[in-house]
């Protein structure tokens, strides 16, 4: 099984839940036995990996596994930008680079990007972006692969809000380890409360206006998905290696 998301969105928490129990092997993105710079490798058999660099191929990996499925995990973008700007500097210019089709077009970021989620870019992307505000955009297009491959329509992927999760962790944990297919142990909600710095109170947000309006129809659009249907899409291609 797959866990896939943008950065910061809570896939530690998730991943931490998984590994509670003893049938599981999980694999970090920083962890060299399955991955090599922050990508995948070859995922084992019956193990964890988290799959945020490859968010944009999701449905080709639950094709090439045969039995796999994938957590979608979320937040809202507010509390994945300041983490994440604290993490990764250079924001406006992968912002740039993206909106250019320079450098990150084939590289881990804009991969699998198409051109209408990049016109999006184009059109919140301006000289003076800062780098906490550049993380909202960057949040917004990963998330968005969750859409463009049709991911709601796979019974295969389930979407799992942060949240969600904090608010109420043992239903929502019980109902993670049924789709994970394993057997639900009571004592990996136990911890799980939701410490103050998780809650979204921030007053002094400097995200464009208009920025914010884009984010935040993608959080309503994440939060109000639900899982019904059967697979309408065509099977993904085989992704692109990056140059």
Request: net charge negative.
């Amino acid at each position: 099984m797959f866990v896939a998301g943008v950065q910061r969105s809570g896939t530690n928490m998730v991943m931490d839940l998984l590994e509670a129990d003893l049938a599981t092997e999980v694999f970090h993105e920083t962890d060299h036995r399955a991955f090599d710079n922050y990508e995948l490798r070859t995922p084992a058999p019956l193990s964890v990996p988290k799959a945020l660099c490859e968010g944009q191929d999701v449905r080709y990996l639950l094709d090439q596994f045969s039995g796999s499925r994938c957590l979608w995990v979320y937040r809202h973008y507010e509390d994945v930008a300041r983490p994440h700007a604290r993490k990764w500097a250079q924001m406006p210019d992968t912002i740039r680079r993206l909106c250019d089709k320079q450098g990150d077009i084939e590289g881990r970021s804009g991969r699998g990007m198409p051109d209408a989620t990049r016109a999006v870019l184009r059109a919140h992307w301006h000289e003076d972006l800062n780098n906490e505000p550049a993380c909202a955009p960057f949040w917004y297009f990963r998330n968005q692969h969750y859409f463009g491959q049709c991911l709601s329509e796979d019974p295969r992927v389930r979407l799992l809000g942060y949240e969600t999760l904090l608010e109420h962790p043992h239903d929502n944990t019980e109902a993670l380890y049924d789709f994970a297919g394993l057997d639900y142990l009571s004592r990996a909600g136990q911890s799980n409360k939701a410490p103050e710095s998780t809650r979204r109170a921030y007053s002094d947000s400097i995200i464009d206006t208009s920025v914010r309006k884009l984010c935040d129809e993608m959080f309503a659009r994440l939060r109000s998905e639900t899982q019904l249907g059967a697979i309408k899409c065509v099977s993904a291609a085989a992704p692109k290696a990056a140059s």
